[in-house]
């Protein structure tokens, strides 16, 4: 994952597009301010037009009463969060800026998150507020460093490319360990509370502070650490979810089980008994979460569900009504397409909106390195994507599959016989 916000997949539901009650982190850019980025050209900008304040939602947002000193880095680093940051235009005559992000939806989210906690920068607090233009229009050969700025921590996100055209000091810009988690929250069949959050996570280490909102219409939340060993730790938990995900590859997965007393071994139910005899054909032996598995048929023949008003920890979970079964029709064409785990992965079911860049971020986002990329010729909703290994390919299927893409469209990922 990138060095500011660590993302990790929990069964959960969508909620409200309010921020809840309770505490909040105290500033999600803990890491960035520490970039050291050198790059030529001259800090005098050209931006036409006087911001109105009429609060209307943009992706474009106006921040005022910034620190004379204050650097682009610093100022990114508020909208990284949040999502792509696509443009900024430093005023630093002004003390203020305008960053623009990749979607007004993530602009909403970040002023919403801003207006809980008012943000500071070298411990003055800052303003943040919707501009009225829609979008960032700059002069780039009088913006030269503000870009460069922007280049750099986008290669950060994604896992260190190299650049062109820009110098970056201490020889490459690398992310420290965050303390801070996002929490995508999705599938849920109970309500999460903080309290729920709370008791889950903090298992793994000392939960500073917590936040929840609503992003690309799924219940996400931001959990702050003292320490980002304890997010490191908590981010490679193993989850009902993250099981049900990868076994479903080969099969429809109806129950899966955590043993309560030994919680590096799970009971999964399949279907049928071929489709088991599958998963552990192409599953035993694999690493997950830097784990070799161990898969063995049990003499069990169902996963029992815990008792009425039993509390599991959430280690039990019936998935036999899910709707991301791949087996479920008869005929589908996924039965013809059933591999072993490999570095290379078929996506599907791509919007026209999203580009190579986005789909390359993304999956470099889950840790590893994306190798290869290569859209399919007369079908721009296929793609094949390479991890540099089939560890990080295992661990992006497991994260991104059934992603919210946006338009109504969701992901698809799986394991690929083909090379790029």
């Known amino acids: 994952m ?7 997949a929990v069964g959960v539901k969508r909620g409200s597009d309010e921020l809840l009650s309770g505490s909040v982190l105290s500033s999600p850019n803990s890491n960035m301010s520490s970039m050291v980025v050198t790059a030529n050209g001259n800090d005098s900008k050209k931006f036409k037009g006087e911001d109105k304040m009429d609060g209307a939602p943009s992706r474009v947002l106006h921040i005022r009463k910034l620190p004379g000193e204050v650097t682009e880095t610093e100022v990114i680093a508020l909208g990284l969060p949040f ?11 002004k003390n203020q800026a305008f960053l623009e992000l990749a979607t007004e939806e993530a602009a909403i989210t970040m002023v919403n998150y801003y207006s809980a906690v008012t943000p500071h920068l070298r411990n003055q607090p800052i303003y943040i507020q919707y501009s009225n233009h829609k979008e960032l229009k700059t002069d780039n050969t009088l913006n030269q460093r503000a870009q460069a700025v922007l280049q750099a921590v986008t290669a950060v996100q994604t896992a260190n490319t190299p650049l062109s055209g820009t110098t970056v000091s201490e020889s490459a810009v690398t992310p420290a360990q965050s303390p801070v988690l996002r929490i995508i929250i999705d599938n849920m069949y109970y309500p999460v509370t903080l309290d729920v959050l709370h008791q889950i996570f903090s298992k793994f280490g000392a939960v500073l502070k917590i936040i929840t909102f609503t992003k690309n219409n799924q219940f996400q939340a931001l959990l702050q650490y003292g320490d980002p060993v304890n997010a490191q730790q908590a981010k490679l938990m193993v989850t009902p979810q993250s099981l049900f995900t990868l076994f479903g590859v080969y099969g429809d997965v109806q129950r899966v089980k ?3 007393n030994k919680k ?8 049928d008994g071929n489709q088991s005899q599958l998963a552990m054909n192409h599953l035993n032996g694999q690493k997950m979460y830097g784990k070799i598995i161990r898969v063995t048929l049990s003499k069990h023949q169902t996963v029992q569900l815990p008792r009425e008003g039993l509390d599991d920890q959430g280690l039990t979970k019936d998935f036999g009504n899910s709707p991301l079964h791949r087996f479920k029709k008869p005929g589908s064409k996924n039965f013809q397409n059933i591999f072993p785990p ?8 791509i919007p026209p909106s999203v580009a190579e860049e986005d789909l390359r971020t993304l999956f470099a986002n889950t840790g590893g390195t994306v190798k290869a990329f290569k859209f399919f010729q007369r079908d721009h909703k296929m793609a094949l994507l390479q991890m540099a290994t089939v560890e990080e390919a295992i661990q992006a299927l497991i994260d991104l599959h059934n992603y ?17």
């Not at 990138?2 to 990790?8: A, K, L």
């Not at 919210?404 to 394991?415: I, P, Q, T, Y």
């Open 258 to 260: 955590i043993l309560y």
């Open 404 to 420: 919210n893409l946006g338009e109504n469209h969701h992901l698809r990922v799986s394991f690929s016989k083909s090379t790029i």
């Open 264 to 271: 590096d071994s799970a009971l999964i139910q399949m279907a």
């Open 342 to 349: 490999s570095a290379t992965l078929h996506l599907s079911n």
């Open 83 to 93: 999502g792509k940051v696509t443009n900024i235009l430093m005023l630093k005559g």
């Open 2 to 8: 990138d060095g500011i916000v660590t993302e990790v």
